[in-house]
């Protein structure tokens, strides 16, 4: 049994132009104390996908999955007693926008123990005491203090922080990151990374760690997953991803981003824009911008096939095979 | 890229000329025809507004005209009868009363018997209501129009300038506000009202349209303000900026990017004081200070309704009519009114 | 003496902002100079002016003191705040956000229009002409151009905002962060364009940004600002590979690199705390209370921007 195991995933939005499938059939697993990456861009389905997961969708949205269990407990068959239970205790979740997590109307100190009462049962000093712990644990300096200040007055880097002690209060198993550090300046982003790491291996946390910085998962994530239009395209370990990438889209994207380290002479941009999701043609998604593409590619969407331990692919081409041909010539 | 030629510019250009896009005006149509309630108003207005604008020239008995022999006299369904007479008209517009003349000869003196009942003098009520309904809509049309010109300006001017200048004015406004509407017209219309003669004969004013422009002059205010807030928030954008980096007038960004991204909020603005204004203009007819008899207005006969309600004989077509007049004409323009702010929310479309 | 190639000269340039107690320093007094056709990209963290120095050079942002300086063949333009109008023919900026920076009542053709209205430029057919000219030259179907910002992609759109900085052919022109809000697949186009664009036209861009990587790939000189002071100044290559300022080290020891293998190997240098705000900017060198390298005469004195080997510039005293 899988620590996380999500089978089958589609969540789909009724708009005023037509229904939107945000997310067509997500499958994976997690593992205790591992960190998987989740990649993508704008209409990928990324952040849509935990938030389903988290029941933090709007009424409207429809959540369908084959299985979608934590720990063995299917999460869609929960009421929302349980979820709430859940959520915090279990599964925590932090964003982009520490504001919408921290109520700009009560103090830091009010906030965590507010966590601390519910997940952790505790009271009085004791309460008091856990909250300057957790300040102190996700490294906010003179946490005595800061526990009577409110969130305005905290600079970004410290209310991401404060974000996350709030969210870890009830120590959880699984925590879901998305894009927490999209919007930090990139020396508090290396700050927060390593904060999160370290709180990994001191608790054995499993981390979701969603964003589109692939430089971020390189050095963060034991597993990547890409996901295009609604779908994973490309799950691998991180250094076999990076080393071998299989999928079209997970190339282009490695051939478009510059590089600290090295010159490149030419990036090569992947053409076209990304998938309208309300008009998907019937064949693969990432069909109009891959320079790969087979006839094979616009009849049906192909579907994840492992190509090595660990790794897989929703490709109808064989890139590896027809690169090393290219390779060869 | 290589160069152009001249040739295929031009004839890119006129493909392009072929192209209509589609104006954020447009995509708010599209929402808006899809509201039922609001269509539905919208017609309703209009063929109201027609109505009351072509009312002259209609077979509709004279709304002044008092007939003793006739008074309170329940609906009944009388639809063609003699005694019409144009002389029973007083204080016709030019344009009112060529409409008169043509009534005249098309329906000679035939009229619409008293189908909703006639008031205390005998005065045929479905009349009263038309012409009423003239008087409160136009009461509705001008002074909401005043309170745009005035507001829109005020705020727009506010809001660009900022600093200083924003603060004066708006405190301005804020004292303003600060007196009760009600004394203000009250003083205003008691001022006038004796100087009536002198106004009407130095600035050719009647007072009804000093009625109007008073009640314009009350409601700026709010207008102002709305304007001035949105102003503020689109100062900053950065379409507003980019248009300052390449040199762009004070006047040039006014006019053609400020005012129209103001627009949509005020013409929701506007549709939703229409109603207030009429009634307000109600309430003051009702209390005898707006519009004076002879002339007709909804307030003028929702007090007239309020005498008919006595324990001996309940007169209910005096409330009644009246009342579904103003209240439907109320209830369309709000719903109008809704139904523009959902189609013109200037959410951007996708992101 | 007139110059010879046209130079766009930032001297001793201060903006500051009104506040109590005490106003923000925005910009603290910085100076360099974009020569015609190179490339310098402007980085650092929030807070430390490299946006405001741009809108000062506009005209967005006030100029506190200094000098805003255009020299070319033909004349020099100076400004203190408020450009001229033939200042602003020849300077002009690409915004970072493409959906607040058109406006959405315009159609792409009034957009594009417009700076050759204001500056006279064209009239009727040649002025429309000129619009189509400028559609297809940043990679627009110009029978696109009565259509209205909302019916285009972002990337899209980007384009449209720098046709529109095209349109009076500047010489310089500044672009803030103009890719930071493009999906990362887009960034690569937009990327490719305004290099093309600056081989055809010979543009000089000043770029600001906070990627590093991207700064890299294009810019030939790179300036680092910390709260309002340039702390380094170098070409490319200089900067990138023998950083001197403790914060440039700091800085690109932060930047992830997608390379699992090297992301492992390498020496973090995680920098504590976070930058002051510019409302408390300290005695001394600003980066002090941070540096790894700091002394106690940092903390009294503030060092000042120098040349050290050939175009290198430096402003600290432990290096």
């Known amino acids: 049994m899988a620590f996380l195991e999500v089978s089958d995933l589609r969540v789909s939005f009724p708009t005023e132009d037509g229904l939107v499938e945000a997310v067509r059939g997500v499958s994976y697993e997690l593992g205790v104390g591992e960190t998987l990456g989740v990649v993508g861009e704008s209409g990928s389905g990324k952040s849509v996908t935990h938030l389903a997961m988290m029941g933090l969708l709007p009424e409207t949205a429809r959540v369908a999955a084959g299985r979608l269990a934590f720990e063995g407990e299917e999460l869609l068959e929960m009421d929302e007693a349980r979820r709430r239970a859940m959520r915090g205790k279990e599964i925590a979740m932090i964003f982009q926008d520490p504001m919408t997590s921290l109520n700009p109307f009560s103090t830091l100190g009010t906030q965590i123990a507010e966590m601390l009462r519910m997940h952790q049962g505790l009271r009085g000093k004791a309460l008091v005491d856990g909250a300057v712990r957790a300040l102190a644990e996700v490294g906010i300096p003179k946490p005595e203090i800061r526990i009577e200040q409110y969130p305005h007055e905290f600079s970004g880097g410290m209310r991401q922080r404060a974000m996350i002690a709030m969210m870890l209060a009830g120590h959880p198993k699984l925590l879901i990151a998305d894009e927490p550090t999209t919007a930090l300046d990139v020396t508090v982003q290396a700050q927060i990374l390593e904060l999160l790491r370290g709180l990994q291996e001191a608790r054995g946390m499993s981390i979701i760690l969603i964003t589109h910085d692939l430089g971020v998962v390189a050095g963060q994530a034991h597993r990547v997953a890409v996901m295009y239009a609604g779908r994973i395209v490309e799950e691998a370990e991180t250094r076999t991803l990076f080393a071998r990438p299989s999928h079209p889209y997970t190339r282009g994207l490695l051939s478009s981003i510059p590089r600290l380290d090295r010159d490149e002479e030419q990036l090569v941009p992947i053409p076209g824009t990304p998938p309208d999701l309300l008009h998907l043609s019937g064949g693969c998604p990432f069909r109009p911008r891959c320079s790969f593409a087979e006839p094979a590619c616009g009849e049906s969407e192909p579907a994840l096939r492992e190509i090595g331990p660990g790794h897989r692919i929703a490709c109808h081409v064989d890139l590896p095979a027809l690169l090393k041909v290219e390779e060869a010539k | 890229m290589k160069p152009r030629s001249q040739e295929e510019l031009e004839r890119l250009l006129s493909e392009a000329a072929k192209v209509r896009g589609n104006s954020l005006w447009k995509d708010a149509m599209r929402r808006f025809k899809k509201n039922f309630a609001a269509k539905i108003s919208l017609w309703f207005l209009v063929l109201l507004s027609l109505l009351s604008f072509f009312t002259p020239l209609l077979p509709f008995a004279p709304p002044a005209r008092v007939r003793l022999s006739e008074q309170f006299q329940a609906p009944k369904l009388e639809l063609i009868r003699e005694g019409w007479s144009k002389a029973e008209y007083h204080d016709l517009g030019w344009l009112s009363s060529k409409m008169v003349d043509l009534r005249a000869s098309l329906f000679g003196t035939k009229e619409i018997g008293p189908i909703l009942g006639t008031d205390s003098k005998g005065r045929c009520l479905l009349s009263r209501i038309l012409w009423g309904g003239r008087v409160s809509l136009l009461v509705g049309l001008v002074a909401t129009l005043v309170s745009l010109l005035v507001g829109v300006s005020y705020g727009a001017l506010s809001g660009y300038f900022g600093g200083w200048v924003d603060n004066l004015m708006m405190r301005i406004v804020d004292v303003l506000y600060s007196i009760p509407f009600i004394f203000l017209v009250i003083f205003l219309m008691t001022v006038l009202r004796e100087n009536q003669d002198l106004l009407e004969q130095r600035f050719g004013l009647d007072r009804m349209m000093l009625f109007f422009a008073v009640i314009g002059l009350v409601y700026w205010l709010t207008m102002a303000r709305v304007v001035r807030g949105q102003v503020l928030s689109l100062k900053h954008k950065e379409f507003v900026e980019a248009a300052e980096v390449m040199g762009a007038s004070t006047w040039r960004i006014l006019r053609q990017h400020l005012v129209p991204n103001v627009l949509s909020i005020v013409i929701v603005y506007l549709t939703l004081t229409i109603p207030r204004v009429m009634l307000f203009e109600a309430f003051l007819s009702f209390l005898g200070l707006g519009v004076q008899p002879p002339d007709v207005s909804w307030g003028i006969l929702a007090a007239g309704g309020i005498d008919a309600i006595n324990p001996i004989h309940v007169y209910w077509w005096f409330v009644l009519f009246p009342g579904l007049a103003l209240g439907f004409t109320l209830v369309a323009l709000n719903f109008l009114g809704d139904g523009l702010r959902d189609a013109l929310d200037p959410k951007l479309k996708d992101r | ?29 910085i100076s360099f100079v974009l020569h015609q056709g190179e490339t310098l990209g402007l980085v ?81 057919k040649n002025k429309l002409l000129r619009c189509t000219e400028l559609m297809l030259q940043v990679g627009l179907d110009p029978r696109f151009l009565n259509r209205y910002p909302h019916e285009f992609s972002g990337g899209q759109r980007q384009r449209i905002g720098i046709a529109r900085a095209l349109a009076l052919e500047p010489e310089f022109l500044l672009l803030d962060e103009p890719i930071s809000a493009l999906d990362v697949s887009i960034q690569a186009q937009i990327l490719n364009l305004l290099q093309e664009l600056q081989g055809e036209l010979g543009l000089a861009f000043l770029f600001i940004a906070h990627d590093l990587s991207v700064v890299r790939h294009l810019c030939d000189r790179v300036a680092v600002m910390y709260l309002g002071k340039i702390v380094e100044m170098a070409p490319k290559h200089e900067l990138f590979e023998r950083p001197g300022h403790p914060y440039t080290q700091a800085l690109l020891s932060a930047v992830p690199i997608p390379d699992p293998l090297l992301e492992e190997a390498r020496k973090r240098q995680v920098l504590q705390g976070e930058p002051p705000s510019p409302e408390r900017i300290p005695k001394g060198c600003a980066f002090a209370e941070r540096c790894p390298k700091v002394s106690e005469r940092c903390r009294i004195e503030t060092p000042v921007l120098e040349e050290r080997d050939s175009s290198h510039w430096l402003a600290c005293f432990e290096v």
């Not at chain 3, 046209?6 to 910009?27: C, M, N, S, T």
Request: glycine share 8%.
């Open chain 3, 1 to 29: 003496m007139k110059r010879n190639r046209p130079e766009l000269r930032i001297r001793d340039l201060q903006v500051f902002f009104p506040h109590k107690p005490r106003p923000i320093r925005a910009v603290d007094g």
């Open chain 3, 44 to 124: 650092g963290e929030s807070g430390c002016g490299k946006s405001t120095t741009a809108r000062a050079v506009v005209g967005l942002a006030p100029v506190t003191s200094g000098e805003v300086r255009l020299e070319h063949p033909e004349a020099f333009e100076t400004h203190r705040g408020k450009p001229s109008l033939s200042f602003r023919r020849r300077v002009q900026m690409v915004f970072q956000d493409p959906y607040a920076s058109l406006d959405p009542r315009n159609t792409v053709g009034q957009i594009l229009a417009e700076p050759l209205e204001i500056h006279r430029l064209a009239k009727g």
